[in-house]
């Protein structure tokens, strides 16, 4: 297991919603948890990923997903199995639409 940690900022404030889970912990697939961080300026993202050695796409993926979805004062965390980059931002985007309330 691998534990990956970034912080996006410049971005606008999130508003505050309860905390929101979407996805399943199974082979090639993975959870996203995404809860508010009141005051915080900043979009912290850590990863719990069975896949070792995938850093640097693991920050080209979160650093597109942060470039659709610029907001600040959220911590969201990512248990992965081995997701693919297209179902991680699938399952990102499904996670941000579900904790604004959005249809998924």
Same mark, same amino acid.
């Given at each position: 297991?691998?534990?990956?940690?970034?912080?996006?900022?410049? %971005?606008?404030? +999130?508003?505050?919603? +309860?905390? $929101? /889970?979407?996805?399943?912990?199974?082979? !090639?697939? /993975?959870?996203?948890?995404?809860?508010?961080?009141?005051? !915080?300026?900043?979009?912290?993202?850590?990863?719990?990923?069975?896949? +070792? %050695?995938?850093? +640097?796409?693991?920050?080209?993926?979160?650093?597109?997903?942060?470039? $659709?979805?610029?907001?600040? !004062?959220?911590?969201?965390?990512?248990?992965?199995?081995? *997701?693919?980059?297209?179902?991680?931002?699938?399952?990102?985007?499904?996670?941000? $639409?579900?904790?604004? !309330?959005? *249809?998924?």
């Amino acid at each position: 297991m691998e534990t990956l940690n970034f912080r996006f900022e410049q %971005g606008r404030p +999130a508003p505050l919603h +309860a905390p $929101r /889970l979407v996805g399943v912990v199974g082979s !090639g697939n /993975l959870e996203v948890l995404v809860e508010p961080a009141p005051g !915080g300026d900043a979009c912290e993202i850590a990863v719990v990923t069975a896949a +070792a %050695g995938f850093a +640097a796409i693991w920050e080209a993926v979160l650093r597109d997903f942060y470039a $659709r979805w610029p907001l600040t !004062g959220l911590r969201i965390a990512i248990n992965d199995v081995g *997701a693919t980059p297209a179902v991680v931002s699938l399952r990102l985007d499904q996670a941000l $639409r579900t904790y604004l !309330g959005e *249809a998924p």
